[in-house]
């Protein structure tokens, strides 16, 4: 068995082989990641909205113990993640880690916002240091408007224009 | 066998809390790894983890220090509630894994486990024990049970 603990590790070896391969086969592995997270998420964010978004990455951030900022208010949804355990445990390791390990996060949440209608700004900020602020707005306009404030935007596979 | 090595601090020692649906994202990976590219790219994948990933423990094993995989073996069994046991002899280890949470975690979130859901589990193994002078055998005992065996190469 590989850990729990220990499948980011796992992950960040199969980003780089799927990398080496072209970015289509990066970007199918992120939407078929994104499918599977479907079935956690899908009904509660089409049901609750935003609400039911921050209900699942509040569950997210205590059982994969994030160091997370989360703020709801009517418009949006805040995640600022102070310290990633992902990104962590992906820069502590003995194998070399994907330089873009960052990507498949908005690689797999984009997708899955964009079929319940929000709009994700995902800024990276850095892709070297575990933190990142994503916002989930309602409206599209606001979410076009906060993306000129992003460091490092990340887009997604088919993201909607 | 030098019983004191348990003591010694593995490279990954991991605390807080378990977030056992990762196993489902492993059971989906290895299903889209194995359809796109197929298997033997697959175990590749799982010898660089074996390799690479944990190769402060295969570096102990080389040196002949084999607790230390039994100390892997029982701080993430642990973690993840499973029931098994490890049995240690001057020739060998051997964990018996009677019910991997791993496995029936993955069978309650999405029905059908991969057939090569166990393989992440015997490819690391073989590749943790390649190039050393020890061998790790997996036997499938059933569905969500195995035996770990490491012991010195005849």
């Known amino acids: ?161 | 066998m030098n019983k004191n090595n348990l003591d010694q601090k593995l490279r990954y020692n991991d605390g807080g809390n378990v977030h056992m649906d990762f196993h489902g994202a492993t059971n989906t990976t290895i299903k889209f790894i194995i359809d796109k590219y197929g298997i033997d790219t697959m175990n590749d994948i799982f010898k660089k983890v074996g390799n690479n990933v944990y190769k402060n423990i295969k570096d102990h094993i080389k040196k002949g220090n084999i607790e230390m995989l039994a100390k892997h073996w029982q701080h993430f069994f642990d973690r993840e509630n499973a029931d098994y046991n490890i049995s240690i002899n001057d020739e060998e280890i051997i964990l018996t894994v009677n019910r991997c949470t791993a496995y029936e975690h993955v069978r309650k979130l999405v029905g059908n486990v991969s057939p090569n859901f166990c393989d992440q589990t015997i490819k690391t193994n073989e590749a943790l024990a390649e190039d050393t002078p020890y061998e790790i055998k997996t036997e499938i005992l059933g569905e969500a049970a195995c035996r770990q065996t490491i012991r010195k190469r005849a």
């Open chain 1, 1 to 161: 068995m590989i850990p729990s603990d220990h499948f980011t590790r796992f992950y960040n070896e199969v980003f780089k082989f799927l990398e080496d391969q072209g970015e289509e086969h990066l970007e199918a592995y992120w939407l078929e990641i994104s499918k599977n997270q479907e079935k956690h998420t899908l009904e509660l964010f089409k049901e609750k909205g935003l609400k039911g978004m921050y209900e699942y990455w509040d569950h997210i951030r205590i059982e994969e113990n994030c160091d997370m900022d989360l703020k709801l208010d009517d418009e949006k949804l805040e995640l600022r993640m102070n310290v990633c355990p992902s990104l962590s445990k992906v820069l502590d390791n003995d194998a070399e880690p994907m330089k873009r390990y960052c990507d498949h996060c908005a690689g797999w949440i984009g997708p899955l916002i964009d079929k319940v209608d929000h709009h994700l700004v995902y800024d990276v900020i850095d892709r070297n240091k575990p933190q990142c602020v994503v916002k989930i707005f309602k409206d599209k306009e606001k979410a076009i408007e906060e993306e000129k404030n992003a460091k490092l935007l990340m887009g997604w596979p088919k993201k909607k224009k």
